[in-house]
């Protein structure tokens, strides 16, 4: 195999990277090809790119054709258009994790302001001036609804994962790719929730109101659990007579976002013996679109327009931490780990860190 020489030097042989075919792992089931190139800052960074093949005979045709390309050309690759590697990074990275849909809408505003760009002609000037434009209501469709400042930052985060998978896939090269810079200000999601008292007038409410929206409302801020594992729920894993939840599908892949087997709350109990079922699902009887416009029309009814199904998940991790319940267990229940529940939320323990003022 023929050798590929990088870096300013081309006697240097620390800038020397051969391109090799790697066999599928458990992040690609596909042969890849593989080497390693230095950026503008002199450091080392691993370049990949997929054969599409499962069939070593197959890939190793792939590796022959591409190789022959990459050693009559430089090194860096040609730049792409934003809306080729977001369609490449939907389908090889978020699709198979579950998170297509939620990955396509953040995506839709910014392949609707660069999607037909370049990604070295899109500068964060350019990202700061689709912010501005996003939150005066532009690229929102026909409502024209001005976007809100979590909403952007969420939208140009997406983009910058975008980005950084294509460079770490190999689609593009660090040097056609500029920083996505985050608008300031606004409240983050993390920081929407409810304290005790609006906490029991939403219960309250919500108990007014009866159906689909009561049930929810009681899972929600009695299990932590996140909107998706809500509408997956089905009646057959509520358990009540061992007392437990299992918001686990066993007929789903198991990603990042982890689900848990959570006992039932005493004021919990009765709003499911309520509603039980024999089958069938325990919220979303129709679509998530339906749960979606009931849980909205509620929450702007009963006074709480920003208020969320992901909300009440932060609502209920911020009451336990409050109230001294042990982070361990906090995280045990809502499936996430230690670590994360007290970096975001261990400030509002009503310990948090007396012991490194008072000796």
Request: glycine residues 6%; positive net charge; hydrophobic residues 40%.
């Amino acid at each position: 195999m023929a050798q590929v020489i990088f870096g300013p030097d081309p006697a240097d042989a620390n800038a020397r990277s051969t391109p090799r075919l790697a066999p599928p792992d458990r992040s690609n089931k596909c042969w890849t090809i593989r080497w390693a190139e230095k950026d503008q800052a002199g450091e080392w960074r691993t370049r990949r790119f997929s054969t599409r093949c499962a069939k070593r005979a197959e890939a190793e045709r792939v590796f022959q054709d591409w190789l022959g390309g990459f050693l009559t050309r430089n090194p860096t690759a040609q730049a792409r258009t934003f809306r080729d590697l977001a369609e490449e990074y939907i389908i090889e990275h978020a699709a198979p994790r579950d998170l297509e849909k939620t990955q396509r809408m953040a995506l839709r505003a910014p392949l609707l302001a660069v999607g037909d760009r370049t990604t070295d002609t899109i500068t964060p000037q350019v990202w700061d001036r689709y912010a501005a434009a996003r939150m005066e209501g532009k690229y929102a469709g026909r409502r024209g609804v001005r976007a809100a400042v979590g909403t952007v930052r969420r939208e140009l985060t997406t983009a910058q994962a975008v980005l950084n998978w294509a460079v770490r896939k190999g689609r593009t090269v660090a040097d056609h790719v500029h920083p996505v810079p985050l608008p300031s200000g606004g409240v983050t999601r993390r920081e929407i929730w409810l304290d005790e008292a609006h906490a029991e007038d939403f219960l309250a409410k919500a108990e007014a109101e009866g159906g689909m929206v009561e049930l929810a409302v009681f899972l929600l801020l009695f299990t932590g659990a996140r909107r998706g594992a809500l509408l997956d729920l089905d009646w057959s894993r509520v358990d009540l007579a061992k007392g437990q939840i299992d918001f686990r599908n066993p007929a789903k892949r198991v990603s990042r976002k982890r689900r848990a087997v959570v006992p039932i709350a005493k004021r919990l109990r009765p709003v499911l013996e309520r509603h039980r079922q024999a089958s069938g699902p325990v919220v979303a009887a129709g679509c998530e679109k339906t749960f979606d416009n009931h849980f909205r029309r509620f929450a702007r009814n009963a006074g709480y327009p920003h208020i969320t199904p992901h909300a009440l998940r932060h609502t209920f991790i911020t009451l336990r931490l409050r109230a001294g319940v042990d982070p361990w267990k906090v995280a045990g229940v809502v499936a996430d780990n230690l670590q994360t529940i007290l970096s975001v939320y261990g400030h509002h323990r009503p310990d948090h860190l007396s012991d490194a003022v008072d000796l």
